[in-house]
């Protein structure tokens, strides 16, 4: 559902719920990034980068700066393609797009998919960028809540069979991001996947799987719900983003090329060929497994880190799901209004993601807020939690304003 943008109505409308986007990118001087979902600055591979393009450029010369790009793009499909067989999922050229992130994988399905007439079931809370894509082509949404196993695909199954009864419209999309979820941190067990592909096949709708942190398990990673697909239910999104580089913007679809091919017709921005080519030189050169467990040791140490400050600084009354991989917190400090106490955070020095904005209805979301230690050091961490929890403690203490 694309309408024309009427600026001086709908810039008003845009706003009119306080974005993140604001603030996250004027945060105060100084201030401690528990809200930054970033990698740790020091393990984004700058200078082995600096030394892909350079080999690049020296062996290819101005190939890769042309519209058609490199060779070296094939090579970096082949390593998604590589990568995903390890993972179970064996996929044909034709069955894989590389496309700018995954945020234009999910875009370009849901231009493919969805109307005004559609609807589409998501997880409450789930990823804000993903509600405000959907939000483009349809206004018709179911949500499921999330317990520390995930999406409670019970619930699901009552309200679809519930939607049945009443002859009213079956989602025509699920979107999930079922291992190590943003915001919640959570993993969608594995009874929950079998029964979630279940459903899919019962009610006959498609699910996107947002895979954006599978790789960075802290454990034992779970299976993908592509691999344990047998009826081409799953549409697969994945994203080097996390564990490489945001800014080159790598991302990749892998389904039935009944929907790759139209998803390829549809993209129409050549989707950075030097940055691709830059990747793939990059990874040519790295032992990526190597590199995977790199990123996990560091990240589970500051996801303990992060753990063990909360458990001590933070009152008991306030609680968390204990993440199994991935980036995230989530943290619910029930009375309070998270969105309404930042700008004290602010005024002490550190910042996080008030839980509303990953609700469609942001008043579910009043009572939580996200924290993330990817970003921010150990000592970062340690004393960010300190400062969030003498905040916490203020205002849960704080007297009832009178009538």
Known sequence: MKTTFNFSKDIELAFKNDPPGQWLSSLPPGCLRLSSGYPDPKFVPSEDIKLAV????????????????????????????DRMAQRGVTVTDEEVLVTSGACQAIDLIARILLDEEAVVAIESPTYMEA???????????ITIPIDEEGMQTELLAEMLANRKEKSLSIPRLLYTIPTYQNPTGTTLSFSRRQ?????????????????????????????????????????YVGSLSKVVAPGMRIGWVV???????????????????????????FLEAIDFDEHLTSLIEVYKSKCNVMLTALK???????????????????????GVDTSTMLS????????????????????????YLRLSFSYATEEDIVHGVKLLAEIVAVTINAPECEE
């Open 131 to 141: 509600l405000e894509i959907f939000q483009n082509y349809t206004e018709q949404y």
């Open 312 to 334: 001590e600084f933070l009152p008991p009354t306030v609680s968390w799901f204990v993440p199994k991989g991935g980036y995230f917190v989530w943290v619910n400090i029930p």
């Open 344 to 367: 004290q955070a602010f005024e002490a020095g550190v910042s996080y993601v008030p839980g509303k904005y990953f609700f469609l209805d942001q008043e579910k979301g009043l009572e």
């Open 255 to 281: 389904a039935d090329q009944q929907l790759v091919d139209p998803l390829n017709w549809f993209k129409k921005d050549l989707t950075h060929p030097f940055d691709q080519a830059t990747m793939a030189s």
């Open 54 to 81: 350079t080999r690049l450029l020296n062996e290819e010369k101005d190939l890769p700066l042309h519209y058609m790009g490199s060779p070296r793009i094939l090579q970096l499909k082949k390593f998604l393609q």
């Open 195 to 235: 029964q979630l592909l279940k459903l899919a096949e019962q009610y006959d709708f498609l699910i996107i799987e947002d895979d954006a942190y599978g790789e960075l398990g802290f454990h034992d990673r779970p299976q993908l719900l592509k691999a344990m697909d047998t009826n081409n239910r799953v549409v």
